[in-house]
């Protein structure tokens, strides 16, 4: 039997035992878990495909062997330059004394936060350990299986590590990475509005003619997010207008890794295609 056969068989099989991996490790609801049974079945079909053609060339048009090699090595190139991009987040630094970090909410659990959460929440903490002055906002909304907003349950674990409720603010309608992004750049407009009346009220007087208006200096906005997810992130911020984003990565779940960067793939594709970013 040719190597190729035996490379893609040993695939499909592969993916089939990670698949169930990720169902025993994360739960039969993990999103697009179903994924990797797809690929199983596309490996397994190549296999079958290249066994038959080596087989019986001549009942094979040579048109289909081209085309289904050509449309799977596009595939994978246009798969491994979206890794590349995936990438650059993850291995990002991590810059400091930013204006606000929006800290993107993940799933919550009826029995507590997910393992995703609770490493961005830990990566918060001590980000803000380190830049006291830098106000979090709490990006995330409540699903209809999560027992209360993402934002909230953020904001308690928060609050029990210590973290200056002044420095925190709440937005608790998303439900996508856009509407994160979208929802919270609306809340710090306000936030910054209500600091400039502010400001305003307590200006000392000034002479007629004689005014000079500072120049306002561009905030610094971080987004803090699993690893994986930076890109994606930071490039939906730009989108919607936030120049000055810079992205703080947290870690994620060695086991569901791979899963998350294929996955990952797979949105960057769509919000690129639907304009997203």
């Known amino acids: 039997m040719p190597v190729l056969v035996w490379i893609l068989g040993i695939g499909a099989v592969i ?73 650059t987040g993850v291995a990002g630094s991590t810059k400091e004394n930013l204006d606000y970090v929006i800290v993107l909410g993940a799933k919550v659990k009826p029995d507590g936060i997910s393992n995703s959460l609770k490493k961005r929440l830990d990566k918060a ?5 380190q830049n006291p002055d830098t106000v979090l906002v709490l990006s995330g909304g409540q699903g209809s299986d999560e027992p209360a907003s993402e934002a909230e349950v953020m904001y308690a674990y ?10 925190m603010v709440l937005e608790d309608r998303s439900t996508s990475t856009l509407e994160n992004i979208a929802y919270s750049k609306v809340l710090i407009d306000h ?21 000079e208006l500072a120049e306002e200096k561009p905030l610094e906005i971080g987004i803090l997010t699993s690893n994986f997810h930076v890109f994606r992130a930071q490039q939906i911020a730009k989108k919607w207008g936030i120049s000055h984003v810079s992205g703080i990565a947290s870690g994620s779940d060695p086991v569901l890794f791979v899963h998350l960067c294929v996955r990952e793939c797979l949105a960057i594709l769509k919000d690129k295609l639907v304009g997203n970013m």
């Not at 038959?52 to 491994?80: D, E, H, M, Q």
């Open 15 to 87: 993916c089939v035992i990670y698949y169930f991996i990720i169902i025993i490790y994360s739960g039969i609801a993990t999103s697009f878990a179903f994924i990797w049974l797809f690929f199983a079945a596309c490996l397994g079909f190549l296999a079958y495909g290249e066994h038959y053609y080596r087989l019986n060339p001549k009942r094979v048009p040579l048109w289909l062997p081209v085309s289904i090699t050509t449309f799977c090595l596009a595939g994978l190139v246009i798969f491994a330059a979206v890794e590349v991009l995936v990438f």
């Open 125 to 129: 903490i001590e980000y803000v350990e």
């Open 158 to 167: 928060l609050q029990y590590n210590g973290v200056d409720p002044d420095h």
């Open 191 to 211: 936030l910054q509005e209500e600091k400039r009346k502010e400001a305003m009220k307590n200006r000392p007087p000034v002479n007629p003619g004689n005014v």
